[in-house]
């Protein structure tokens, strides 16, 4: 059972933010005695229906941040609330479960089963619940309208799609089962800038319904998509700037 833990209930003085991390780090350890610090004491909030875009360099924290905050990893030191849980608290078991009700996850890779139709690609996610078949095909479907999909992709293979039509069939992947956050790495990496700007468009129409999104990206025109951008240096959060929308990706072709 999920217990909420370290915030107030009935009549609470301030809104359960839908992502808390209280002092993150990540440590690995090299051998020799020698340690890697992918993250440096994070604290950060992020609130229901925000939509924040993470940048900077290579091999500084933004996937380990991402990780942390989608329950794929757990941190050495520190606390990962999502929606008020206290996931130090839970089992694998029960993280899992977790990851599967409250979190759709977007990847660069998009990250699909190519034995597999598009239909049985999205309701995965459906199947680990446990949703019995006829109502899991009513909601791949609705998944699939809500991203501009085409029925006629249904029963086809990943590999019978362009990268764009990839990526939109991946976030219905991650929204089938309608979880209240949506993360995403790199989701535009692998994509012309057409198809890029059809899924930043799909994030948007997301994030209007509600959901709130994370998003690791390299590209500043992507960024800017974004309500908040929050820049990541050595594994620390050095500062926040206000995205541009006139230099999005919505208004460069």
Known sequence: MFMLQG?????MEEAIPAIRLENVYKIYRMGDGLEF??????????DRGDYVAIMGPSGHGK?????????LDRPTMGKVYIEGID????????????????????????????????????ELPLVIRGIPRSRRVKMVIEALEKIGGDREWLYKRPTQLSGGQQQRVAIARAIVGDPDIILADEPTGNLDTASSKIIMETFERLNKMGKTIVMVTHAHDIANCA??????????????????RSKSIFNLI
């Open 87 to 122: 996931t130090s608290l839970l089992s694998d078991e029960e993280l899992s479960r977790l990851r599967n009700k409250k979190l759709g996850f977007v990847f660069q890779q998009y990250n699909l089963v190519n034995r597999m139709s598009v239909l049985e690609n999205i």
């Open 227 to 244: 309500k908040r951008i929050l820049l990541i240096r050595d594994g620390v959060i050095r500062g926040e700037v206000r995205p541009d």
């Open 63 to 71: 996937t380990t941040l991402l990780n942390m905050i989608g329950l």
């Open 37 to 46: 610090r992918a993250l440096n004491g994070i604290s950060l909030d992020i």
């Open 7 to 11: 915030f107030k209930m009935m009549g």
